[in-house]
Structure formats: C-alpha cells, structure tokens
C-alpha cells in the first residue's frame, strides 16, 4: 500500500513533465465531453417517476386536461375598470394566445374564459369581455358581471376591481422561463399607468434553473479566485500555490466530464458539485504546503522535501479521501436520484483529487527553481503560538473544556428542536428580485398564484352529479375559505350554482345547488352545449367520476401547504366523504411538500448512515474504536452545531440546507483525522501525552486544520452575494461548517485525549 | 326540340363543371351537404373521445328541414336520448342566412324552455369538436375561396379549395377543403389556427346512397391541439319525409311527438 503510493509520488517527482502531459491530455478528455450537457431544472425530478404522488399529480393533469400555469397580473392603481386598460388585457391576451407552447384554447382571460349570463330571458354564455366595451355603462355592466360572479372574482380580477389576471397554461414547465419572457416582451410593450406581474411555481423554478447557470459561473470563479487570495496571504508564493488551485479546478474538470461523459443530466443538485469539490480538494494542498515550508529549511532540497513530506502525509491524506469518498459514496443508498448522483460524483471527484494530489502536485513542484525556494528556507520553524497555547490549556482544563462542550452540545441540540422545516421555489430569489416582487404583489391582489387541486374520487360513472357529492364539494369549499392561506377555491359546484341562478333570472335564491341529479346533470349538459366540449375539464373528468377542486393558495410555502392539507384532513375526518368517494391532494405545491419530506428525511438518513459507515472505516483505519469515535465527534458537533445556529436565528431548514449538511462529511472528519493522525504518530514515537499534543497544537498540523477552516470560511463568502438564496446558504453554511469543524478539532479534541486518556493512550 | 336541348346541355356538363369558379364549387358542396332533400332526419350517434381514449355518447334524434334554396333558412329540432341525465331534453335552431340563428333548449328538471343566444358561430355544437358552422354551413360570402389544386384522395377526384374568412370573425384563419368531383361532398377539411398550425381535421369516412342522395353517414372531427376528436354516425337516415313547420315549437319543444322523435 504505502510502497504504491509512494512510487506514484516518486515517479511523479522524478518524470514531472511526464505527469504534467498526461494531466493535461486527460484533461482535453474530460472537458470534451462538456459540449454534450444536458441541464435539468426541474424541481419534480427530486422524485423519482414512479413516486405515487408523481404518479398521481401526471394522472390528474391527463383527467383535467391541467397544465402548469403561469399567473399574469395587470394592476392600476385607480381600477382596471377603464377603456385603455381594458384594450390592453385584450390586446395582451390574444398576443399570448399566439405564444408557441402556450396551451391556447385553456389561456383564462377575461376576453376569453366563458362567463353564463341571462339577459332579456335569453341565456348567454361568452366570456365577459369578447370585444372592449365603449360606454361607462358597458364598463360597469362588465364589473357588475365579473365581480358578482364567484367563478371570476378574486381569480380573473381583484375584488377592489384594480387588477385583472390572466392564467396561462404552457405544454411544460421546462419552456416556462422561455415563454415567460415571451409574455414580459408582450407587456412591456404597452405603455400607461398599468403595472405587470408575473408569477407562478413553473416560472420561479425554471427561471430558478436559467439563474444558477449563470450564478455558478460568477460565483464559483470568485470563489475560487477569493480562494487563492487567502492561499498567497498564507504562503506568500503564487507558484506554490497555483499547483493547489489547478487541482481544485481539474477535479471539477475531471468529475463533471465523466458526469456529462456517461449522460448524466445536470441538475440543481448536481450544479453545486463544483463548489462541494473546490474545498475537499484544497485542504490535502494546505496540509502538503504547510509541511513543505516546515521541511524545506531542515531539507533545503525540494526532491527531498516532498518525498518526506508525502511519506508523512500520504496515510492521513488516504483515510481522508477514503473516509470522504465512502461517506458521499453512501448517499447513493438515499431515495432521491439527484442525491445519488450527487453523492457518487462527488465521491468520484474526491478520488480524482486525491489522485491529482498525489501525481500533479510533486510533478508541479519539482517546476519552482530552488533558486525561488531560498527565502522559505530562512524562514523558522512553522507553528503558531496561538494554537499552542489552546493546547496547552485545553489539556490541562480538560474537563472544563469537555464540561464546556457539553453544555454547547446541548443548546445546539435544543436549537435543533426549533428547526423550522419549510421551503418554497419563490423563496429561493433574494426579496428585490422581480419573481418575489410579483408573488407579493399577485398573492395580495387575487386568491394566490400556487395553485393546487384537492381531487374526489368516486367509483362508478356520473357519480359526481349526485347531490349529496356536489353539497359535499360546496361544504369542502366553503370550510377552505375559513383558512387564512386559502385565497379562492373553484369547483363544478360552483358552475352548477351558476347556471341555476342564471336560470332564475339572477334570484339569488337560486344561488344554490339544485337537489336532482338530473338537475344537476342537465345544467351541466347545458353549459357543455354552449362551450368547448374540454370547457369543464379542469374541474370534472369526462366520465363524471372525478372532480377537481382548484385551491389557490396565497403562499407557497411547503409548511402552508402542510398546513391546509392537515385542516382538511380534520374536516374530512369529522365530516366523513360520501359513500364511495375518496380524496387526494396534487398540484405542484403538494408535489413540493412531498419532495421536502422525502429530502429531509432522505437527506437526514443518508447523512446519519454516511457517519456510521465513516465511524467504521475510521476504527478499522486507526485500529481503535476509541479513536474512531473521537475522531467523528467533530462531524457531528459542527452538524449539530450548524443546524442549531441555524434554528436560532430562525431560519428555515430548506433544500441548500439539507444538501450543504453534507459537506460535514468532507470536512468535519478531514480535519480530525488529521489531528488524531498525526497525534498518535507523535504519540507513539514520544510515549508523552504532552509532548505529543504540544507538537501537534503548536506545529505544523494544528496551523494546517486552522488554515483550511480559514480558506473554506472565507473562501465561500463570495456566495454571499449570490441573487440566489440557495447559494447564499452555501456561502454561510459552508463557512459556519468550516467553522465549528475547526473550533471542535482544535479546542475540544485536545481536552477529549486528555479527558479519556486512559481510554485512547492504553496500548 | 327541347328535349334535344336538354341533351345537349347534359353532354355539355362535364366540360362546365371543369370551368366551375371556386365559389360554385362551394356552392354546390353546400347544396349536397348541408341542404339535401326538402327535409331530413336521423338518428345520430356521437362519440366525444379524448385523447387517452375516454368517451362520453351523445345519442339524439335531429330533424332538418329546408326553407328556400341552398344557404337559405333552415329549422333543427334535436332531442336527446343520452346521455341518460339528459333525456328528454329537446334543443331547437332557427338558421338565417346573414345574421344570428334563434336558439331555443328545454329543460325537463324544470319544466323550462330557455332561449339561448348565438352569438358565436365556431362554438361548440351540443359540446362537441363540431361547431354550429361544421353542421349547419357558413356563409357563402363570408370567405374568399380559392380553387388552389386539384387531385386525389382515397380514389376520387377532388377540387382543393381554400377559404380565407374575410373578417376576424372566427378562431380559425383558413380552411382546405377537398370537395368531390362528382358528387361534391367535403372528403376532408383542414382548419388552420391563427398561429398557422393545423387546428382541426374533419374526414367523411364512410357514405351511403338514401333516396337517391349520395351521404355522408359517418364522420370525424378531430381537434389536432388537445387530441380530442368526435365521431358522427348517422342511423336510420331519410329525406323528405314531411316534417310539419308547427313541429319547431315551443310547445312541442316541451311535448315531442314521439312519431317523429323515435
């Protein structure tokens, strides 16, 4: 093992130009493959095909006829009820109308969407406005019409008559953000006081997945660029650091050509890969370079000084890899195809940096001319007096420092309890950005812009006709409106209840349902006569036996949506289904509760399993299952740590969060392993506790763990800046992870060794 | 002398129809589609089937009879066996050449006979992909037709013609027509929407002889868009069989006579 290793690092010291070559043609292979990317944004595909709430949300929009809708918002200030304003919805709808993608005949507008209406005993049905009316009395008889009517009101225009809405349905969530801009083109053309918003799940999550493109490409360079920064003000020498920085950008190179290579797409997951790799890979560098400025003043010949270096450093620099490897490797067990290829790439990227560690790194610093070497070798003794001290102290106030631990651990615990669990696409845009402008605005005007559909199943044909289901549906309804988040429900009871009251002349007595099922059955058949044979599609399915109660919410959080399914749960429970007839959520608000849960707990166990596998492989690396256990704890701490930060300050446990907790594997155990590594050596040649961990604290290593929890932490930062939250969340998390991966290693595993010394130094 | 005439015009026919303007050609298609025979009746049956192949029946007995010439007038008396919720209900159309039809339906749940208006000619007959146009006929004047080729299609000789709407008036921009040489039944109609994207297809798939006229006894009408499509099918076909003007009433709206109905 260690005679391989060590000939893959000579042979690289003695045939430098050899490595370098062989890197770089490898490198022309794998960036080739990045031509054939194929990206995929779509939030959905966190699940997989066959997940039954998937199943089932394809199923609904096959018997609905529904499509993902994208919500357009005209608002004036003093009433949309005007001529020019009125023209422009017209002239706005039939430009839509002609969108490619833009399912046409379902577009509801105003000018479009059929209205049933009595006048002078006839009955009509036509859309409210199929021409623009002239005179004030046409345009109040028009508010009249739409405001009177629940099927219009507070869905197609705003009960205040300052906004109108049109909902337009595309063939696929994936050309959202293509026709979207479409759509602004449309607008933004129009000129006067009119104010436009556009909103909806399909276009937040597809302009989610047109914007990280983007951002991955500012972001990452800055991080990478702020990275180096913080390596030159280390090291003082851009010629030692550049081979760390080619490594860090070749292992991405190397991983995301093989992902592209074997026809992987590239999803939201898989987009922040880059940035997992950029810090795992730097961290062997830091500890090479911190020890080549150690050896090289003793050595004063670079061949000599790397050749010691890598035999001191290729074991722990291996179980690092190794351990990080397995721990993402393990994420492939998690029920969530993006988190598998996640996990396994980014295992795969940790061996290629490992290799590239190993072969370009001696190869690129056999290139510095001893010549440039001369002033390091001046310099004294690496270490920080700082580091040292804290040995010190931790050792000798152990328990106080374990005692101290402890209680931290506990608030952080407690922190975790108040983890708010939550997410939403919209949210994922920083509060300026247009699409948080707009779901704002449209949820305040209308009933909401997240639309979900509560469905009720019954078993046999034209069942949905029978009173008892209609005064059930209207009951459901009429309950959902008492919830707060629920701004407008539609149903076919509420066409029934149209056509009966239209029937009578607009008696509001006889706004109600009728009790005959032949009734219901011929008023039905009566709207279908007079409309689009799809017409009711949205809300019943052609045999009657399903229907569809569109739910509009006026927010899209996940814990919303939990929180409307949970009440309706309750009413269905104290006022039982009619016979025969089952109830089922869809819509892509529930499809996202349903890929949170899946996440959270997928995410959760996935990460819970990865620390066992670890835990494991670290007892059987150290040969002791003490010292395996000490060296978890970091992990851990900085996870709990992170998480309980995180539920104090009251942010929301989302997605970013749930991945980024993973990195804790790469780094929590790097920088103990390297700690409990490089001790025990010490250890064992000393046979002196304090000695040892004077060494380990005040030299080389203990710098080395500072150093990379300094260049993580602050080389992430850039993320801050981000437009988009999910990355923000990286930046922070990154740099709490590093953080806290730091301050456990540091201060609290000294005092651990010293606390338990009778249970790790026994030999 | 003028049965010698007669003869000579007869010889003479086939090399007049090859001058026929696209606007005659239209005519003519009219006159043996849509206004056949003084009267007509049958039984229809009308599948609606969407795309995944799910169906709702439509059953009804229609009545059609004729005031004045080709494009003139006409009075529908329809009334419905199925879906079964429906029975009984009876749905009556006043066609006018050049201005909206009277439509009238009753209501058996209520008791009521309800007019409902007509603005819109390319809406939806009784919820099929048929529109009140598809059944009844446009407006001669309405378009400008276009005799754009001549060819085959399954067999016969047809003239290809284009109409173009000469006003916004409908949700189509233009239609293809492939009309039949000989006896000048519409084969086949291509409806393209205002993207420019085929929208809808109507085909005559099978035809019969009744008195003497030849018909079309089963047709299709397919929503290219959603997939939907409705399938037509004429029972028990006849013409001129006497069907009595105080027939299109409100009264009988109420109280169809079952001679007429069954």
């Not at chain 2, 959603?226 to 076909?237: A, N």
């Amino acid at each position: 093992m260690k005679k391989a290793i060590m000939k893959l690092v000579e042979f690289s010291v003695t045939r430098p130009w050899t490595v370098i070559f062989l890197t770089l043609i490898l490198t022309l292979i794998f960036s080739a493959q990045f031509p054939n990317i194929k990206i995929d944004t779509d939030p959905e595909n966190m699940l997989r095909e066959t997940e039954p709430v998937r199943v089932f949300h394809q199923q609904v929009k096959k018997d609905f006829g529904i499509n993902e809708l994208i919500v357009l918002g005209i608002v004036r200030d003093d009433g949309i009820f005007q001529p020019d304003s009125l023209e422009k919805i017209k002239r706005i709808t039939d430009e839509i109308l002609r969108i490619k993608g833009v399912i046409s005949d379902d577009v509801l507008s105003l000018t479009v969407t059929n209205n049933v209406v009595a006048g002078g005993g006839t009955l009509n049905v036509r859309p409210p406005m199929p021409s623009v009316p002239e005179t004030g009395e046409d345009i109040e008889n028009l508010r009249r019409e739409v405001l009177d009517n629940p099927l219009f009101r507070d869905r197609l225009v705003s009960s205040d008559g300052k906004g109108a809405a049109i909902y337009i349905p595309i063939e696929s969530k994936d050309i959202a953000h293509d026709v979207g801009e479409k759509i602004k083109a449309i607008y933004e053309n129009e000129q006067g006081p009119e104010k436009y918003y556009m909103a909806g799940l399909p276009i937040a999550e597809d302009t989610f997945g047109n914007e990280m493109f983007l951002q991955m490409a500012v972001v990452a360079p800055m991080a990478g660029g702020l990275i180096m920064i913080v390596l030159f003000i280390i090291f003082k020498r851009i010629s030692l650091i550049i081979p760390t920085m080619i490594i860090s950008m070749l292992s991405v190179t190397w991983t995301m050509g093989t992902m592209i290579g074997l026809g992987f797409t590239v999803h939201i997951m898989s987009s922040m890969i880059p940035v997992f790799l950029m810090p795992i890979a730097v961290c062997d560098g830091v500890h090479i370079l911190s020890d080549f400025y150690e050896q090289y003043p003793r050595l004063k010949d670079r061949r000599k000084t790397i050749l010691t270096v890598f035999d001191e450093l290729y074991k722990p620099m291996f179980f690092t890899s190794l351990t990080t490897a397995v721990g993402f490797a393990n994420l492939a067990w998690a029920d969530i195809p993006p988190v598998r290829v996640f996990g396994l790439f980014i295992s795969l990227g940790v061996l290629f940096a490992w290799f590239l560690t190993m072969t370009f790194i001696p190869a690129a610093l056999m290139l510095v001319s001893e010549k440039r070497l001369i002033s390091i070798a001046e310099k004294k003794a690496v270490g920080s007096p700082m580091l040292a001290r804290l040995g010190k102290v931790s050792l000798s106030k152990s328990r106080v420092f374990v005692a101290s631990g402890a209680i931290l651990l506990a608030t952080a615990m407690y922190g975790v309890t108040t983890l708010s669990v939550n997410d939403n696409p919209v949210k994922w845009f920083k509060k300026d950005h247009t699409i948080r402008i707009a779901d704002r605005e449209l949820n305040k005007l209308i009933g909401g812009t997240y639309i979900s559909y509560l469905t009720l199943q019954a078993s046999t044909e034209d069942d949905i006709k029978r009173p008892e289901v209609m005064n059930y549906i209207e009951g459901l309804q009429e309950y959902l409106d008492t919830v707060p988040i629920v701004g407008k429900t539609t149903s076919i009871a509420d066409v029934v209840k149209r056509v009966n009251y239209v029937l009578h002349d607009e008696d509001k007595k006889y706004s109600i349902l009728p009790s005959s099922k032949e009734a219901i059955g011929q008023y039905l058949f009566l709207f279908l006569m007079s409309s689009a044979p799809d017409e009711l599609d949205n809300f019943v399915d052609y045999d009657f036996k399903k229907a569809n109660i569109w739910v509009q919410l006026r927010s899209g959080d996940n814990r919303d949506m939990t929180y409307v399914v949970n009440r309706v749960e309750d009413y269905v429970n104290n006022n039982p289904a009619p016979e025969g007839i089952k109830l089922e959520w869809s819509g892509l608000p529930y499809l996202n509760i349903t890929w949170q849960r899946l996440m959270v707990v997928g995410m959760l166990e996935a990460t819970i399993g990865s620390w066992w596998v670890i835990l494991i492989l670290l007892i059987i690396l150290f040969r002791s299952f003490w010292w395996g256990l000490t060296a978890m704890l970091p992990l851990g701490f900085s996870v709990l740590f992170s998480y309980g930060l995180i539920g104090f300050s009251g942010q929301e446990y989302n997605m970013p969060v749930a991945v980024c907790s993973t990195l804790a594997l790469g780094l929590g155990v790097d920088f103990a392993i390297h700690f409990v590594y490089r001790f025990r050596e010490k250890y064992r040649e000393t046979q002196d506790l304090e000695a040892s961990m004077q060494w380990t604290m005040g030299g080389e290593p203990a710098l080395a763990i500072f150093r990379n929890a300094v260049v993580v932490g602050i080389g992430f930062l850039p993320l801050v800046f981000a437009t988009l939250t999910p990355y923000v969340t990286v930046g922070l998390f990154f740099g709490s992870l590093a953080f806290f991966s730091g301050v456990t290693t540091l201060v609290f595993l000294p005092a651990l060794t010293g606390s338990f010394k009778g249970l790790l130094l026994r030999t | 002398m003028m049965r010698y005439l007669i003869i000579l015009f007869v010889l003479f026919l086939p090399i007049q129809s090859q001058a026929l303007t696209a606007q005659e050609i239209v005519k003519k298609s009219q006159k043996a589609f849509l206004y056949q025979g003084k009267d007509f009746k049958a039984r229809v049956l009308m599948k609606l089937i969407t795309k995944s192949g799910r169906e709702r029946i439509r059953e009804m007995t229609m009545l059609r009879k004729n005031y004045g010439t080709s494009g003139g007038e006409q009075k529908y008396f329809i009334y419905f066996f199925k879906p079964a919720d429906v029975r009984d209900m009876t749905f009556m159309v006043y066609k006018y050449p050049g201005r909206d039809d009277d439509r009238w339906l009753f209501i058996p749940a209520i008791n009521m006979v309800k007019r409902i208006a007509a603005r819109d000619k390319t809406s939806s007959f009784v919820g099929s992909d048929f529109t009140y146009e598809d059944i009844s006929g446009r407006d001669l004047e309405d378009d400008i037709h276009t005799l754009i080729k001549e060819e085959k299609l399954g067999g016969r000789e047809c003239h290809v013609i284009k109409s173009r709407p000469k006003a916004g008036d409908v949700n189509y921009s233009y239609k293809l027509s492939w009309i039949d040489k000989e006896n000048f039944l519409p084969l086949k109609e291509k409806f393209y929407d205002l993207k420019g994207d085929l929208m809808k297809v109507f085909t005559a798939d099978r035809f019969g002889e009744i008195k003497g006229y030849p018909t079309v006894v089963e047709r299709t009408m397919k929503n290219i868009r959603s997939g939907h499509r409705t399938e037509v099918t004429f029972l028990k076909t006849d013409y001129n069989t006497g069907i009595p003007d105080r027939l299109f009433s409100e009264r009988f709206l109420k109280r169809p006579p079952k001679k007429w109905i069954k």
